[in-house]
């Protein structure tokens, strides 16, 4: 649809800022998927227009949206002359906005500040001099945001940025104060990014473990789970939403369309009707006439016959047509609500599992033994990242797992069951399953077993070689 409008924009040489800004859409599309060359090539087009438009608040952007695109190309090679395109870029897009202060907003110039600040600190060497140009700018972005409404985000970026330089000169009570700041900032935004508040609380937690205060360390952990239980349920949320809408949208184009074949169907029997009038008239009055005219009359009466044969055919057609969609709807609801069943077994397994982490954490603190939250937030990380991805599998290649399994077993399978069905599936071994229950190996063994029996399996089989092949 983008594509089209741009290609109507071309007959329309003069619409500078129409065509930057749907070239920016573009843009913004390919940077969501990562996708660096395509994002550099609209970003460079949308900047294209925006200098032909002479709008000052429309160039800054375009370099920030350019700069954005840049990095993406940067992480993917790590090469010098990327960077250093990438600086260049951000660096102009600051330099406008001071030297046309009057035509640019606070916001675009907060941003270009940010932007610029963001990447000399994550991606360069820096020195005395780059270590105070970010620390001024930062102090910069916090005032301007003074005067910009529903900003909590960006000046909760730059102190972000601070709090890492004096973490960097080993300043941690000033690094706290930082971070403290910037999580009173995000909690006065009328709608939380929780995406900001995981980081942020991430960040303190870090901070606390590295001062040894343990119990406020665990305190912004167990935020910060918080906070990725609402980014998630938000996410599914709007998930849900985007479905529904995409169902009503795709209903009512169907239901548009049924209506304009009824339309023309109405059209024809209207044409049709005037016809067999016509015909009707002109076989009366030629009746009278002689044999040969009644004769003619017969067989346009024979005609009308079946043009009225061929019209309820057409009406049964429709019904049938019509019956089809509403089972096709019912069957559709079905397999909603299947995957829906199938996505709380999941993300039980999911939540019972973080219970777990957080009730063997309680109970370490308790007992005051030493805990190492690093070690466990990087397991926990890489378990998360697997699990979401099995995830994904089970619920979008396989939305009807559970029901499968549940087919296939000789007897009913129980929750526990379906849990082990689960960790089976995405490959965990014994002793990774002992350990996310907290069992002994010798029960994962001995459950094993009992599920082989359940699936009438001999005890040479594999359960996840057995598993991949009825779900496949």
């Known amino acids: 649809m983008v594509l089209q409008f741009i290609a109507q924009l071309e007959k329309t040489p003069d619409e500078y800022i129409l065509k930057s800004k749907a070239n920016y859409l573009l843009y913004a599309v390919h940077a969501t998927w990562n996708d660096a060359k395509n994002s550099i090539l609209y970003a460079e087009k949308s900047l294209k227009f925006a200098e032909l438009s002479s709008d000052k608040n429309l160039l800054v952007p375009a370099y920030a949206n350019l700069g954005v695109a840049q990095s993406l190309k940067y992480m993917e090679s790590k090469n010098s002359k990327d960077l250093d395109e990438l600086i260049k870029t951000s660096k102009k897009a600051v330099q406008i906005s001071e030297q046309y202060q009057n ?8 941003i270009a500040l940010l932007n610029l600040a963001d990447y000399q600190r994550n991606y360069t060497k ?3 001099d780059d270590k105070n140009e970010i620390k001024q700018n930062s102090f910069k972005i916090i005032e301007l945001c003074k005067t910009i409404p529903n900003s909590q985000e960006i000046s909760a970026g730059a102190l972000g940025l601070l709090s890492g330089l004096a973490k960097d000169e080993n300043q941690i009570e000033l690094a706290e104060k930082y971070l403290l700041e910037a999580n009173i900032i995000l909690h006065t935004q009328k709608i939380k990014n929780f995406y900001a508040l995981v980081a942020n609380s991430t960040e303190l937690a870090n901070l606390y473990q590295q001062k040894g205060e343990f119990q406020k360390a665990f305190e912004f952990q167990k935020k910060a789970t918080d906070y990725s239980t609402d980014l998630y349920n938000q996410d599914q949320a709007e998930t849900s939403k985007k479905l529904e809408a995409q169902f009503q949208s795709e209903r009512k184009e169907e239901e548009l369309t049924n209506l304009e074949a009824k339309n023309k169907s109405l059209q024809k029997e ?4 005037i016809c067999l009038a016509f015909i009707g008239i002109i076989g009366a009055f030629f009746m009278f006439r002689s044999y040969h005219f009644k004769l003619r009359y017969s067989v346009g009466r024979e005609n009308q016959l ?17 019956q089809a969609r509403i089972l096709a709807e019912q069957e559709l609801l079905t397999l909603q609500q299947q995957k829906l069943q199938d996505e709380v077994l999941a993300s039980q397994l999911h939540l019972e599992h973080k219970n777990q982490v957080l009730k063997n954490l309680k109970d370490k603190i308790g007992n005051e033994s030493s805990i190492n939250l690093k070690q466990v937030m990087r397991e926990e990380n890489l378990l ?7 995830k994904f599998r089970i619920q979008e290649l396989h939305p009807n797992f559970f029901k499968t399994l549940n087919e296939h077993s000789k007897q009913k399978l129980t929750p526990l069951d379906l849990k082990y069905c689960s960790y089976i599936y995405l490959g965990l071994d014994t002793k990774q399953i002992a350990t996310i ?3 002994e190996p010798k029960s994962v063994r001995m459950t094993k077993y009992r599920l082989k029996q359940k699936f009438g399996l001999v005890k040479e089989d594999e359960l996840y070689t057995f598993f991949h092949q009825i779900i496949a």
Do not use: G
């Not at 044969?309 to 049938?320: I, M, N, P, V, Y």
């Open 103 to 110: 035509q640019v907003t606070n916001y675009n110039y907060a």
């Open 126 to 128: 820096l020195t005395t």
């Open 270 to 273: 209207r044409i049709l009707y």
């Open 306 to 322: 079946n043009s009225e044969k061929q019209e309820a055919h057409l009406k049964l057609q429709l019904q049938e047509e019509e």
């Open 384 to 390: 998360d990242n697997d699990f979401e991805s099995a």
């Open 437 to 439: 229950l907290n069992i």
